[in-house]
T-cell receptor, first 116, second 117 residues
Framework: AQKVTQAQTEISVVEKEDVTLDCVYETRDTTYYLFWYKQPPSGELVFLIRRNSFDEQNEISGRYSWNFQKSTSSFNFTITASQVVDSAVYFCALGNLQGGSEKLVFGKGMKLTVNP | GAVVSQHPSWVICKSGTSVKIECRSLDFQATTMFWYRQFPKQSLMLMATSNEGSKATYEQGVEKDKFLINHASLTLSTLTVTSAHPEDSSFYIC?????????????FGPGTRLTVT
């Protein structure tokens, strides 16, 4: 069974603080994809990153960085120098091909509030 | 980037009526579309996978007679909530898969907020 666990449900930080969002996944597949999405109050999902299971390189994009570790089945997301605009719910998701269909399983999400 | 639209963005209907939600891929042809439901402060749950020209595949626990999905063209999938009840009130999100590109080029629509009174 595919499962994504985001243990933190809600985090509140002060602007300019760094914050790490944890994501642990479970899958028996050797080929899979991991994602992070941002959902601001408007509700629209914003794609942040996709990583396939064969690429364990960490990635940095501006203030965002991701740490993929297959040994611990984790795909953590760090926001450096957080800003108020980062306030949103963040979802980690796992994708695999089931019967040829690209299904996504989402974690429960983590609500980040960045206070000025 | 690819754009997926949903219409309406929000709808209020009376209990017992049916509501249709449209999902369109605006600048690409989507052979596969997905429908998700999100209750307040909860995660997205996949309801069904919709393939153009064939019947939708529903996830376990999703009533296919209640949530009718039609994927009549490569750019349009519709979700009809039949005989809606207050417990169907939710945020419905569609996504479209863009063929020919890397696996999981899945683009999400902005969502439709359904309130059943």
């Amino acid at each position: 069974a595919q499962k994504v666990t985001q243990a933190q449900t809600e985090i509140s930080v002060v602007e300019k603080e760094d914050v790490t969002l944890d994501c642990v996944y479970e899958t028996r597949d050797t080929t899979y994809y991991l994602f992070w999405y941002k959902q601001p109050p408007s509700g629209e999902l914003v794609f942040l990153i996709r990583r396939n299971s064969f690429d364990e390189q960490n990635e940095i994009s501006g203030r965002y960085s991701w740490n993929f570790q297959k040994s611990t089945s984790s795909f953590n997301f760090t926001i450096t120098a957080s800003q108020v605009v980062d306030s949103a719910v963040y979802f980690c998701a796992l994708g695999n091909l089931q019967g040829g269909s690209e299904k996504l399983v989402f974690g429960k999400g983590m609500k980040l509030t960045v206070n000025p | 980037g690819a754009v997926v639209s949903q219409h309406p963005s929000w709808v209020i209907c009376k209990s017992g009526t049916s509501v249709k939600i449209e999902c369109r891929s605006l600048d690409f042809q989507a052979t596969t579309m997905f429908w998700y439901r999100q209750f307040p402060k909860q995660s997205l749950m996949l309801m069904a996978t919709s393939n153009e020209g064939s019947k939708a595949t529903y996830e376990q626990g999703v009533e296919k007679d209640k949530f009718l999905i039609n994927h009549a063209s490569l750019t349009l999938s519709t979700l009809t909530v039949t005989s809606a009840h207050p417990e169907d009130s939710s945020f419905y999100i569609c996504s479209a898969s863009r063929p020919g590109l890397a696996v999981y080029e899945q683009y999400f629509g902005p969502g439709t907020r359904l309130t059943v009174t």
